[in-house]
């Protein structure tokens, strides 16, 4: 019953210990579905859930025959021509950092729109081709094309050798995105498409910054015109750097002013289409108007032969026909199959969920990981590569209208058109404007620099993970530097649970509520009584750091203290056998001065014994360890006999953390300090009681519901030896506390038992 006074209420109700707790409220029975519970539910069968499986793997089935075509057919046709412009730009320009013919580049555009419409749970991305994963595709291209007979590292070579180069190139790059593909799928069968949760927002804009500094740098050869031999060891990047900058002067001019003005007119155009975009009826097509014009001018002046530009090149119509993947790469790219196979879905599921939340559509994670993954697998026979989502292009497609995914039907079919009819109109375009291009869609990728201040206002364990994967990913590569990135992250995680902030609580206005002591002035704290808060998982490598933690909140070591006493009650109990101690009702009277045993002597050759429970039924006498003891043995004097571990942030412990746990307690109770454990919740216990973590020593007596249940009853315990309370409180064990409206404490006789009063 609650019974509310103003902006305050009353709370009566008996003091809970657990056990208390559960005798008064029955537990419902509950069954929890055990591994075969859940593969019974997995491989059972029924029409509804046939079609559900259905429905889910072909996401199309669900929103097609709901398709508006009068209100959403011209949007879509509007949005698919510009994302399908956009796509053939950014195929031909990608193609460059996967270091094979621009050409190949459509078909990654076009395959990864298709497969997406049928599989895809997203209405608004467009699949395809990313810059990001072009580099790391072209990263194990270029790795393997080392090994290539005839390849000298340069473009030196012969036109033969240069033809076959470029063949194996693309056979490398075709079977990495078939691997990629085969990953990316078996993880969506699997539904474990979760693991995307150990790359956080943190170490992709990071990672993705990087990346983009290692598109920069790749592009500078193809503005300059330069030759650069390819590197792929740690520091290749400076190595590229020195290798640009050491020719310098062989710069062809011609590719240099082409590709500066491009980026230039590139940059100013979309900053226009950014600032007014909800003035403007679809964003300026820039990127096609600087192709047409520089196909132009290259094609009417003849660019290649006046100035020696190099040029996309011959363009074959129509599609090669679909190879296997080369198995021996399989073996040599493993690892960069597995890393572009998670950033490519970390990617593009990051961005389908800004889309699915501002237009209120579920999406499912591993249906993205089937469709991207099928995608990639038809790519790769097809003698593309890896795909996932431009976000720029993305941008393009939702923001010209686009509603649903015919919108990239559309586009698919502008590729196709590029493709089969007018691919060699392009063949003039001069690489340094592609290089343009792919350099012009960086610019937010590099302006996540600017997250570094923002990151180091709001959480300095991010800012680090964001600067060191950065870091990381420039030195020591995409592959490599992501797998360190991920390790990093993961050891951030254990050191913020290792190293917790602990905390000494108190009560702050005399009511029901504890806070910090250091961050409030109102603290009260009830005498002899400490409440210590660990807000962590409590496991085997932080059980020391809560030990020393809790030790330095109540200020004395309980195993210190606990061996002095045994030692002091070994001289004691020696003194009383030879009858040279004698008790009187003011104390102890002692017949001798010393006594021969040293301490170093127990400490070294009895230090089991003094471990263990203080025994003194033999004695004759009660000891008080906190008043003057015979011979003037120093025992340290504590004034502590209540101690609260506030557990509610504890989520979990294992086994050495229980058994190190278990000790702590005991050394406690074995000085008579009273331990109490708060907060915990029904499957805690549970652990606790499989581990048989109770025994007579460390009862279950010692949980309580909250703090509070935990501090009324050492005040009624305390209160025990003044007499406060009737007989028949006492033998109930049942006091009440009423809270006052002004948050102060006073106790009443029990009144009604079993329910909460106010």
Request: proline share 4%.
């Amino acid at each position: 019953m609650i019974e509310p006074f103003g902006n305050q209420y009353i709370v009566a109700r008996p003091v809970y210990s657990t056990n208390a707790f559960e005798e008064n409220h029955k537990k419902r029975d509950r069954h929890h579905k055990t591994f075969l519970d859940h593969l019974r539910v997995c491989f059972s069968c029924s029409p509804q859930k046939a079609k559900r499986i259905v429905l889910s793997l072909f996401p199309i089935a669900s929103w097609l025959p709901g398709y508006r075509l009068k209100e959403w057919l011209l949007s879509d046709i509007v949005s698919g021509i510009s994302t399908g412009i956009v796509s053939v730009l950014q195929g031909l320009a990608f193609a460059l950092l996967v270091t094979i013919p621009p050409g190949y580049g459509l078909y990654a555009a076009f395959f990864s729109t298709i497969i997406y419409l049928f599989f895809g749970t997203s209405k608004h991305i467009s699949a395809g081709p990313f810059p990001i994963l072009s580099m790391m595709v072209g990263a194990a291209t270029v790795r393997l094309a080392q090994n290539f007979p005839g390849n000298t590292g340069s473009s030196n070579n012969s036109t033969s050798n240069s033809s076959s180069l470029d063949d194996y190139k693309v056979t490398v790059a075709a079977s990495v995105t078939v691997l990629s593909g085969v990953i990316q799928l078996a993880l969506g069968f699997l539904r474990i498409g979760f693991v995307v949760i150990y790359l956080s927002e943190s170490l992709i804009s990071g990672f993705t910054t990087a990346a983009a500094v290692h598109v920069l740098v790749s592009q500078l050869k193809f503005i300059f015109q330069l030759t650069v031999p390819s590197h792929e060891d740690p520091c290749s990047i400076f190595k590229v750097l020195y290798s640009v900058f050491s020719q310098i002067e062989k710069t062809n001019i011609a590719d240099l002013v082409t590709a500066l003005i491009v980026l230039l007119v590139v940059s100013i155009f979309k900053e226009i289409n950014q600032r007014f975009k909800d003035k403007l009826p679809v964003p300026i097509p820039i990127e096609f108007i600087v192709t047409v014009i520089a196909t132009g001018v290259s094609y009417g002046f003849d660019f290649q032969t006046r100035f020696n530009v190099s040029v996309v090149g011959k363009m074959n119509p129509g599609f090669e026909p679909p190879t296997a993947p080369n198995v021996m790469v399989f073996q040599e790219t493993i690892g960069d199959c597995f890393a572009i196979a998670m950033v490519g879905f970390a990617v593009a599921f990051s961005v389908a969920s800004v889309y699915s939340l501002k237009h209120d559509y579920p999406l499912d994670g591993n249906q993205e990981l089937i469709a991207l993954g099928l995608g990639n697998i038809v790519c790769g026979a097809f003698r593309g590569f890896a795909g996932s989502t431009a976000l720029s292009r993305s941008a393009v497609q939702e923001s010209t209208g686009g509603k649903t995914q015919i919108a990239g039907l559309i586009s698919a079919i502008i590729v196709l058109i590029v493709i089969l009819a007018i691919g060699f109109l392009l063949e003039p375009l001069q690489r340094s404007v592609l290089a343009a291009l792919a350099l012009g869609n960086l610019k937010g990728m590099l302006m996540q620099f600017a997250e570094i201040y923002r990151l180091w206002r709001k959480d300095k364990y991010d800012c680090l993970i964001w600067v060191t994967t950065c870091v990381f990913t420039i030195v020591l590569g995409l592959g490599l530097g992501l797998a360190a990135s991920v390790a990093f992250q993961l050891l951030t995680i254990v050191f913020r649970t290792q190293f917790p902030k602990c905390s000494t609580l108190a009560n702050i206005g005399r009511s029901n509520i504890y806070k910090n002591k250091k961050d409030y002035y109102d603290m009260y704290e009830l005498k002899g009584v400490k409440i210590f808060r660990c807000p962590s998982p409590i496991y085997f490598a932080n059980i020391g750091f809560f030990r020393q933690k809790l030790i330095d909140a109540v200020g004395f070591s309980p195993l210190r203290i606990l061996r002095k006493r045994n030692k002091a009650l070994r001289k004691i109990r020696k003194l009383q056998k030879q009858g040279l101690l004698q008790v009187t009702p003011k104390g102890f009277i002692c017949t001798v001065d010393t006594i021969k045993d040293s301490d170093e002597e127990l400490d070294n050759n009895q230090i089991q014994v003094l471990d263990k429970p203080i025994d003194t039924t033999d004695l004759p006498f009660q000891i008080d360890w906190n008043d003057q003891l015979p011979l003037n043995i120093e025992v340290p004097k504590i004034s502590l006999h209540s101690l609260i571990l506030d557990f509610s942030a504890v989520s979990f412990l294992d086994v050495s953390s229980m058994r190190g746990l278990k000790s702590i307690l005991q050394e406690f109770i074995r000085i008579k300090v009273d331990v109490y454990i708060v907060g915990v919740d029904d499957d805690f216990i549970e652990k606790l009681n499989r581990y048989e973590f109770f025994d007579g020593e460390v009862k279950t007596s010692i949980l309580f519901l909250t703090i509070h249940d935990a501090v009324l009853h050492i005040s009624m315990k305390k209160d025990y030896s003044t007499s406060k309370f009737k007989p028949s409180q006492e033998k109930d064990g049942k006091i009440d506390f009423t809270i006052n409206t002004n948050g102060g404490l006073r106790n009443r006789e029990y009144q009604v038992p079993g329910e909460t009063k106010f």
